[in-house]
């Protein structure tokens, strides 16, 4: 039940293009839902945020769309550039404990330019 | 300012040591977290502690994994008699609080168990 379960393992973008990563969860007591992107020596670094009580929430080209119901979030970046490339992973945790997150396996994302 | 440390960057040990690995957090932040980066586990929790205390070692593998945190700054993970199965990638974050802040890593400890 403290599973996060990501989809795709890994996706390769046109540049320009929209990139599209999907998590799934069982654990209804999470009430914090990150996405972290990570290049490769570095540490995972917040990319993007939402809490349960809202659908979707915008920064520049990321996009977070939350689904309550279906127990689902995606992460959606627009106008994806060679930058971007990266592994992305979502998290989920809840704020009442302690806030440790549970991770999704993460995404390998290659944007061709 | 800086940002969180970690140090060694790199260990490479013989199967049967004990290790150290220490995080940095950020000034003034209380809550500090303990990950595992590993091919074959992804991302996983280990610990965390709120000002020194530790609420939840739920994470920890096995009893050769302790972690204590002094003075509400640096904290250090020891792994006593490591095995190969501990070699993965150690991951430090900190976070102004436990609640309502986001959690920022360090760069990670490379451990090698050979």
């Known amino acids: 039940q403290q599973q996060v379960k990501q989809s795709p393992q890994s996706l390769i973008v046109q540049k320009g293009g929209i990139s599209i990563i999907n998590c799934a969860y069982e654990?209804?007591?999470?009430?914090?839902f990150p996405w972290y992107q990570q290049f490769p020596g570095k540490g995972p670094a917040l990319l993007i945020a939402i809490r349960p009580d809202v659908s979707e929430k915008k920064e520049g080209r990321f996009t977070i769309s939350f689904n309550k119901s279906a127990k689902q979030f995606s992460l959606h970046i627009m106008d994806s550039q060679p930058g971007d490339s990266a592994t992305y992973f979502c998290?989920?945790?809840?704020?009442?404990?302690?806030?440790?997150?549970?991770f999704g396996a993460g995404t390998i994302l290659r944007v061709k330019s | 300012g800086a940002g969180v440390s970690q140090s060694p960057s790199n260990k490479v040990t013989e199967k049967g040591k004990d290790v150290e690995l220490r995080c940095d957090p950020i000034?003034?932040?209380?809550?500090l977290y303990w990950y595992r980066q590993s091919l074959g586990q992804g991302l996983e929790f280990l610990i965390y502690f709120q000002g020194n205390s530790a609420p939840d070692k739920s994470g920890l593998p096995s009893d050769r994994f302790s972690a204590e945190r002094t003075g509400g700054s640096v904290s250090t993970l020891t792994i006593q008699r490591t095995q190969q199965e501990d070699s993965a990638v150690y991951l430090c974050?900190?976070?102004?609080?436990?609640?309502?802040?986001?959690?920022?890593f360090g760069p990670g400890t490379r451990l090698t168990v050979l």
């Open positions: 000034s003034g932040h209380t809550a």
């Open positions: 654990n209804t007591a999470f009430d914090y």
């Open positions: 998290a989920a945790s809840n704020w009442e404990y302690g806030n440790k997150l549970v």
């Open positions: 974050a900190s976070s102004l609080a436990l609640v309502g802040y986001e959690q920022f």
